[in-house]
């Protein structure tokens, strides 16, 4: 049977997301009481990382221990990745001594293609297009929080990036309504708004977008691979940050996320991330414990 990959939130249904954010809680209330669990036991998880990471890093690795099997990080300085070895070419290598492949890269092209050549589960951990680990994180975060999010609305502030095309995705899968608050030009690709043209609105004033809404979410103005636009990002932006003012516009009982790291005094005001409704620190934790459903969903085929 072919490997079931995971590049975008779509490779799962509703239905198994729902399941697998239902098993990602019981194994953090696990992980909470102290109890431990062997599901993955002897099995192996390569971790390819193209750009920088704290908690994907910490998160997939711990993982993989906290489930009795171990990880391996690769770097493309210690590879042959970084020396032009073929994509399908590594993947098929790879994956032939393997339990399962995270990558983390710039072209999303590069998890397609090598998902294509390997034997065994992808797992996308970002690429410029899409970051469906972290979108496990947050509705973990806010059905924990707030219970289902169906029918909620949802503000996106800032840049139209691979956040906000994961937040895209969740619109249609987890059905809410996101409201995505840009400046012109930085919006996400219109193909993946008119595929959700029932849930998605791109509305340009911050303060209209956020009005009401269940939750605000933003990220950096110039992501990983565009540290040479920040000068231009940040005139493009600055009246995109999300605090406590545009937070009192939005429903009381707001929650606010930030899949991080974040940059005080950009998108988010200093005082942010420690306003009453963020939920920044229990969203980054989640990302252990939806991945370890992951791995097990991906790995095992069955959530137990
Ligand atoms: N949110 C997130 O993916 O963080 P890292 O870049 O630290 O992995
Ligand atoms: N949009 C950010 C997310 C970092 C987790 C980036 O791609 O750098």
Redesign the pocket.
């Given at each position: 049977m072919a490997a079931r990959h995971f590049l975008t939130l779509e490779n799962l249904t509703p239905s198994e997301l729902n399941q697998l954010l239902d098993h990602a809680s019981k194994l953090r209330e696990e992980w909470r009481r102290g109890d431990t669990r062997d599901s993955l036991k002897n099995r192996v998880l390569a971790m390819i990382f193209e750009k920088?990471?704290?908690?994907?890093?910490v998160s997939f690795e711990a993982g993989m221990a906290q489930l009795g099997g171990s990880a391996l990080f690769l770097s493309p300085r210690d590879t042959q990745l970084g020396r032009g070895e073929p994509i399908e070419d590594s993947a098929k290598v790879i994956s032939s001594m393997v339990d399962a492949v995270m990558i983390r890269t710039f072209a999303h092209n590069t998890v397609t293609t090598f998902a294509k050549a390997s034997r065994v589960p992808v797992i996308n951990a970002?690429t410029d297009d899409f970051?469906p680990c972290?979108l496990l994180a947050d509705m973990q975060t806010y059905r924990e929080h707030r219970g289902n999010i169906q029918g909620a609305t949802v503000t996106w502030v800032g840049d139209g990036n691979n956040m906000c095309n994961s937040y895209i995705n969740a619109a249609i899968l987890f059905d809410f309504k996101l409201r995505v608050a840009c400046p012109e030009g930085y919006e996400p690709p219109a193909e993946l708004i008119d595929k959700a043209a029932d849930r998605v609105t791109i509305i340009s004033d911050p303060a209209e977008a956020a009005r009401d809404a269940n939750l605000l979410v933003t990220d950096v103005w110039a992501s990983m691979g565009q540290e040479e636009e920040q000068k231009i990002r940040e005139a493009a932006f600055k009246d995109y940050q999300v605090n406590p003012e545009l937070m009192a516009l939005a429903a009381p009982d707001a929650l606010f996320m930030h899949?991080?790291?974040a940059h005080r005094g950009e998108e988010v005001s200093e005082d942010m991330l420690d306003h009453p409704g963020s939920v920044v620190w229990d969203e980054?934790e989640n990302?252990l414990h939806a991945q370890k459903a992951l791995l097990e969903f991906l790995i095992l085929g069955t959530l137990d």
């Open positions: 920088s990471s704290t908690r994907t890093r970002l970051h972290q899949c991080l790291p980054a990302r």
